[in-house]
């Protein structure tokens, strides 16, 4: 088992449309989870962090975390073609001192 | 505005050349991180450095070696490349070591 694992997509939903992407860990004792969004030929860029169980909005963006289920996602509002890029979900463990990145997780928005 | 600047897009080596990758940071940042990223692997930790002269080692880092001689300046060394070591190489910065903020636009790297 992977110790943070994404769906590799593609996803794909319309333009306006919510996306919702999915990330699971391992590590039980995990203490800080971060979304990063990566364009294609681009370097990723931190977009969300969250540390605690709920919900934590930024714009458009909502992470959610849910630390019994081992589970955090990232929701995209009224998702717009710009927001095609492959994200990037990483898991900080038990200690806080070793960051795991998932493989990512394309996503396409339809005009 | 934030700013790390990796010396090379891309970078074409032979088998059993020693490979320097260099890294610039303009943010005073303590840390500093160097990555690789391969399809379906995502983002693995090789070596970061938490101050001038210190290194840690990540995930992965066998083949490579590390030098922080200047605050802004991380450099990655791949001592006798290898094909293996065909990837995209990513340097970061971050005022806190976890987890990297801010990249650098990455090298691709080709052993032949």
């Known amino acids: 088992q992977k110790e943070v694992e994404q769906n590799s997509g593609p996803l794909s939903v319309p333009e306006g449309a919510i996306a919702s992407l999915n990330c699971t860990y391992s590590d039980r004792g995990s203490q800080s989870f971060f979304w990063y969004r990566q364009y294609s030929g681009k370097s990723p860029e931190l977009i969300m962090f969250i540390y605690s169980n709920g919900d934590k909005e930024d714009g458009r963006f909502t992470a959610q975390l849910n630390k019994a289920s081992q589970y955090v996602s990232l929701l995209i509002r009224d998702s717009q073609p710009s927001d095609s890029a492959t994200y990037l979900c990483a898991v900080t463990n038990t200690g806080g001192f070793k960051t795991i990145f998932g493989a990512g997780t394309r996503l396409f928005v339809k005009a | 505005d934030v700013k790390v600047t990796q010396s090379s897009r891309y970078l074409v080596k032979r088998t059993g050349e020693k490979v320097f990758l260099e890294c610039v940071q303009d943010?005073?940042?303590?840390?500093m991180f160097w990555y690789r990223q391969d399809p379906g692997l995502g983002l693995r930790l090789i070596y970061f450095?938490?101050?001038?002269?210190?290194?840690e080692k990540g995930d992965i880092p066998e083949g490579y070696s590390v030098s922080r001689e200047k605050k802004e300046r991380f450099s990655l060394i791949l001592e006798s490349a290898s094909t293996n070591q065909t990837s995209m190489y990513l340097c970061a910065s971050s005022l806190t070591t976890r987890p990297a903020q801010h990249f650098g636009d990455g090298t691709r790297l080709s052993i032949l």
């Open positions: 943010m005073d940042h303590e840390n």
């Open positions: 450095s938490y101050d001038v002269k210190m290194k």
